[in-house]
């Protein structure tokens, strides 16, 4: 199967099996969502919803962040991945969402990469989820799944060569949404140590599964 081919196929099942696709972590508005994703990096979004709700109650806007303390911070988030590196990040974002775009989170890629703890990966989770925008959020599972399935060559060795390519072969409307189809996916399907190769319903175009279970 060609590449193209198999990009139309990813497209084609997904669109039926999952059309509302989106993520796992609970929010109510950008700024909500911001620091969720900063929080989610090396840990599960379950662990993240369960932390958020009192995180949010007491900090439920940038200048609450801003004029809190790391000390305090860290308090409320002592039980995820790196608290205390994710406590400062997030004094600082709250510090910058004040003092450089008047408390509210940026559109744009450019800006959203100056706030403390974003990455071009949260970067792009906040363009494509709050503004809609075609961008593709490349983390550990849609790296993994979409170099299993064929669709970008084994060549797409860093998160951004996968991103350009999946950009460029994916239909616009389609790019948000296929950042969400990957990551479930890969959560719950194409796991990296065990993949569920036998019980995958899209595993008959899959490359990863043509090479190697096959053959077994």
Wanted: proline content about 6%.
């Amino acid at each position: 199967m060609q590449r193209k081919e198999r990009f139309q196929a990813f497209v084609n099942h997904f669109s039926s099996s999952f059309p509302e696709a989106e993520t796992e972590l609970h929010y109510r508005n950008p700024y909500e969502l911001l620091v969720a994703v900063v929080l989610s990096a090396q840990c599960t979004d379950k662990r993240i919803n369960q932390i958020t709700p009192a995180l949010f109650k007491r900090f439920p806007g940038p200048k609450d962040l801003a004029q809190s303390s790391v000390d305090e911070i860290f308090s409320y988030i002592r039980s995820v991945s790196y608290p205390n590196n994710k406590a400062k990040h997030l004094l600082g974002l709250g510090q910058k969402l004040i003092d450089s775009f008047q408390g509210e989170v940026p559109e744009s890629l450019e800006d959203l990469q100056t706030l403390p703890g974003v990455g071009r990966k949260t970067a792009n989770v906040i363009a494509s989820v709050i503004y809609k925008q075609p961008a593709m959020a490349v983390d550990t599972h849609v790296y993994r799944v979409s170099r299993r399935l064929g669709l970008v060559p084994q060549t797409a060795n860093t998160p951004l060569k996968v991103e350009q390519l999946l950009v460029k072969n994916l239909p616009t409307e389609v790019i948000a949404k296929a950042h969400h189809w990957l990551i479930l996916h890969g959560r719950y399907i194409c796991l990296a140590r065990k993949p569920m190769c036998r019980a995958c319903p899209i595993s008959h175009f899959c490359l990863y599964f043509e090479k190697n279970t096959l053959k077994t």
